[in-house]
């Protein structure tokens, strides 16, 4: 069984900043999609970015465009989600997965990680 392993998570101030990590227990795949997506109490899970792991090519969810950065590091097997300008509304858990599907969808991911809490205190 493959585990996504994650950190990073925490508490800060509005405008502050964090770096959240997904490690695989597996080396990708050729076509391999990570992603990470959020949820907030009483929200559905929200698509907040991907990366192609050979390409790096990437895509935002529109909330966080121009304020996070997705990364992948092959040589660590790992993937980032750098964090700026945080604001109180991206307080959630957040999640990474990896599939084999460009997808905003949550359902097209079949690995997951156990979620880490971020939250910005206004």
């Known amino acids: 069984q493959v585990v996504l392993a994650e950190s990073g998570g925490g508490s800060v101030q509005d405008g502050g900043s964090l770096r959240l990590s997904c490690r695989p227990s597996?080396?990708?795949?050729?076509?391999?999609?990570m992603v990470w997506f959020r949820q907030a109490p009483g929200k559905q899970r929200e698509f907040v970015a991907l990366?192609?792991?050979?390409?790096?090519?990437?895509l935002y969810g529109d909330s966080v465009k121009g304020r996070f950065i997705i990364s992948r590091d092959n040589p660590k097997n790992t993937m980032y989600l750098q964090m700026n300008s945080l604001k109180p509304e991206d307080t959630a858990v957040y999640f990474c997965?990896?599939?084999?599907?460009?997808?905003?969808?949550?359902?097209?991911?079949?690995?997951w990680g156990q979620g880490t809490q971020v939250t910005v205190a206004s």
């Open positions: 597996t080396r990708p795949y050729t076509n391999a999609v």
């Open positions: 997965a990896r599939g084999s599907q460009y997808s905003t969808n949550h359902q097209q991911y079949n690995e």
């Open positions: 990366i192609r792991w050979v390409s790096g090519s990437s």
